[in-house]
């Protein structure tokens, strides 16, 4: 039955994922010069790449914090041991998981453990939770992390 949930809650999430966000209109192809004016230079545009590379994520802690409290709730509602809770939870997780592949808005280390374990998203929640408890502060005094 587990693999059922799992199997729901990875379409919940690819379902979510593509719906996200609305999607801009193609710009018309016949409104856009065939070529581009003289006077205008690549180097703003290459000046705009490489400051956006060099600025990297604006606060990898606070996005490492918002990570950890997805999977501090995902380990919620697998405690409530519902299978309505267990699917909320592995979607969590994967959605964390999702989240620390993004290279520019993740904490570093983050990055690098949902790197390390892409492909398997069990294993990349443990490792991220692992690093979440060494390296955040308990939401609440009662929860183990």
């Not at 809650?9 to 581009?36: I, K, Q, R, W």
């Not at 000046?47 to 996005?63: I, L, Q, R, V």
């Not at 909320?88 to 993004?102: F, I, Q, S, Y």
């Amino acid at each position: 039955m587990r693999p059922f949930f799992f199997l729901s809650a990875v379409a919940a999430a690819l379902v979510l994922s593509a719906c996200g966000g609305a999607s801009e209109p193609a710009p018309d192809a016949s409104s856009a010069p065939a070529t581009a004016p003289a006077e205008m230079s690549s180097e703003p545009a290459q000046a705009a790449e490489t400051a956006e590379a060099s600025a990297g994520p604006a606060d990898p802690e606070a996005a490492a914090s918002l990570l950890c409290m997805d999977l501090r709730l995902a380990d919620s509602y697998r405690d409530a041991g519902t299978p309505g809770d267990e699917a909320e939870a592995m979607a969590l997780e994967l959605g964390a998981a999702t989240d620390a592949l993004d290279e520019g808005s993740a904490h570093p280390e983050l990055h690098a453990i949902a790197m390390e374990h892409m492909g398997d998203p069990e294993a990349t929640a443990a490792a991220l939770k692992d690093w979440c408890k060494e390296h955040t502060e308990p939401v609440n005094p009662s929860s183990p992390w």
